[in-house]
């Protein structure tokens, strides 16, 4: 399951965000993991959820930011949840060449590894794209 958190740049995605995963961690039966551009938020998180900072891995595309979630899936089988704060952040750009590319095949991972992904977007919902809004 992959579903989207999307709004303005400053309408409080982020709390929301952190409130899910913190959250979380009174339902899931495994790990939870949030990943994040950089670490201003770790404060926020509880300390049971593991945390994930992109900053050292220079990461430019949806494909490579899929390869690093592909690692923590790969090392960890326990997994149950995955948050993204600020994916255009991470990736370096808010362009879309290669978003709904990657919300699919980040779907069918989720599917296989019976993960759910929660990933804030930084877009205005009434201008965002069809595919955008059916993971809203």
Known sequence: MVELLIGKKGTGKTKALIDKVNNALTVAKGNIVFVSSNGDNMFDIKSKVRMANTADFDIKTYNEFLGFIYGIVSRDYDITNIFVDSIFKI???????????FLERLETLGNKFN??????????????????KKFA
């Not at 990736?91 to 590319?101: A, I, K, Q, R």
């Not at 992904?117 to 794209?129: C, E, M, Y």
């Open 91 to 101: 990736v370096g750009n808010d362009n879309l060449d290669g978003f709904e590319s």
């Open 115 to 132: 993960i759910a992904f929660v990933i804030s977007v930084s877009i205005d919902a009434d201008t965002a794209p069809d595919y955008i």
